[in-house]
Nanobody, 121 residues
């Protein structure tokens, strides 16, 4: 069982980043991206059912700016495309996997180590 994030970094407000999650998890039906901002609780941003189809869900904080998607060629690779980033998007971003999708944090059984995103104004 392994999840590994990459693609974090520093960007100016209005910029974009694409995060990647390599997910080697059996019996995984949902892959999600979550964020922990400084001084705040971890929150769900987006999730996708891994069985195929375009079944995704987004939190209001990222709707219209963030897109979760699978890699077309590699079934274990997932992305979070983030556009029009704001300083409030600064935080540690995690990918997580489990058998149920949702925007909470309690339903995910497997977690990556996180990747840092810093957005400057």
């Amino acid at each position: 069982v392994q999840l590994e994030e990459s693609g974090g970094g520093s960007v100016q407000a209005g910029g974009s980043l694409r995060l990647s999650c390599e997910a080697s998890v059996n019996s995984m039906y949902c892959l999600a991206w979550l964020r922990e901002a400084p001084g705040k609780e971890r929150e769900g941003l987006a999730h996708i059912y891994t069985s195929g189809g375009d079944f995704t869900g987004y939190a209001s904080s990222g709707k219209g700016r963030f897109t979760i998607s699978p890699d077309n060629a590699k079934k274990t690779l997932y992305y979070l495309q983030m556009n029009n980033l704001e300083p409030e998007d600064t935080g540690t971003y995690y990918c997580a996997a489990g058998q149920r999708c949702g925007l909470g944090t309690g339903q995910y059984d497997y977690w990556g180590q996180g990747t840092q995103v810093t957005v400057s104004s």
